[in-house]
């Protein structure tokens, strides 16, 4: 009489936990094996906690803000903060020099300084993947020209380059976002391109081109998947120098003008009270750093969940 036992399906002992060897071991998905990297990056978590609440602010700036960002008290101007001697608990973070409430700018603010850096930097990744690509897969001329031109607005320094293109569109919000993502542009090109030449050696895309697959398909189905990672840290890191660009364009006049709530805007507009009301000037200033830290800390901790060579 045969054994039951005997019928039973042995499965491979490479998969099976060595705690029961009838249950096999569930590999990570790469979400999850990402956010245990990335947690391990104290300051990583702590900049991503700052940017969850800045995108809140920036989605809920309606209903956050006390008031509107452009209304003005008269009877109210330059009230310091509520914790300060003759400050009202009715604007916490004071008034401006024409009597806005500080705390709905710079809540408003947040959106307008995430929207310049999505938009900027949207625009210059993509474009960027498109002129880095063709760079890497074309070579010859084709590779040398692309290069050569990113290698001219390397050269010139980002704030002058933004400058020079403000001045050629004109000074404006949508202007700033064009001048930012040119200057964010080479970093961008110069990644991919590199992140390219090293896939395009791979036995997956001598596979794909001996299918059949077009020079479009191979690029950007096969190879780009596998360049986003650097692409994404540069992202993140680039979003924070597209706010602080975007501040400096503000505080010179050349991009968001008045009364747009925007941090460098706001900054320009409040010189003359630095000594008289330290509040109109320090906290814009602390919000732009917040942002920058935020995104720096985060960008670092991507990096080194993303890296194997970076990962502790």
Do not use: H
């Not at 071991?25 to 990402?34: D, G, K, V, Y």
């Not at 949207?122 to 760079?135: D, E, H, K």
């Amino acid at each position: 009489m045969t054994n039951s036992s005997d019928n039973t399906a042995v499965a491979d002992p490479g998969t099976l936990s060595p705690l029961n060897p009838l249950n096999p071991i569930t590999p990570p998905s790469p979400l999850a094996e990402l956010w245990r990297d990335f947690r391990r990056n104290r300051g990583a978590l702590l900049g991503l906690a700052l940017v969850l609440v800045f995108v809140f602010l920036a989605v809920f700036a309606n209903w956050v803000a006390p008031y509107s960002p452009i209304e003005q008290y008269r009877e109210a101007i330059l009230v310091p903060p509520a914790w300060a001697e003759g400050g009202r608990m009715q604007f916490l973070l004071g008034t401006d020099p024409v009597g806005r409430d500080m705390l709905s700018r710079l809540i408003y603010g947040t959106r307008l300084s995430l929207l310049i850096g999505l938009v900027s930097i949207g625009l210059s990744m993509s474009l960027g993947i498109v002129l880095g690509l063709t760079a890497a897969y074309r070579g010859g001329k084709t590779d040398i020209a692309i290069m050569r031109c990113m290698d001219v607005l390397m050269a010139l320094p980002s704030l002058l380059l933004a400058v020079a293109v403000i001045a050629i569109l004109g000074p404006g919000l949508i202007n700033a976002m064009y001048a930012i993502a040119i200057v964010q542009l080479p970093s961008f090109v110069r990644l991919t391109r590199a992140a390219a030449l090293g896939e395009l050696s791979r036995d997956y895309v001598t596979a794909s081109r001996i299918a059949g697959a077009g020079p479009l398909r191979l690029m950007f189905i096969a190879v780009l998947p596998n360049c986003l990672a650097p692409l994404i840290v540069q992202a993140t890191l680039g979003f924070s120098t597209a706010i602080l660009d975007a501040a400096a364009l503000g505080f010179l006049g050349l991009g968001a003008q008045p009364p747009t709530p925007e941090w460098g805007t706001m900054l320009s507009s409040a010189l003359e009270f630095i000594q008289s009301a330290w509040w109109v000037v320090s906290l814009p200033g602390i919000a732009i750093l917040l942002a920058v830290l935020a995104f720096n800390l985060m960008g670092d901790g991507l990096r080194d969940a993303l890296d194997p060579k970076l990962k502790r």
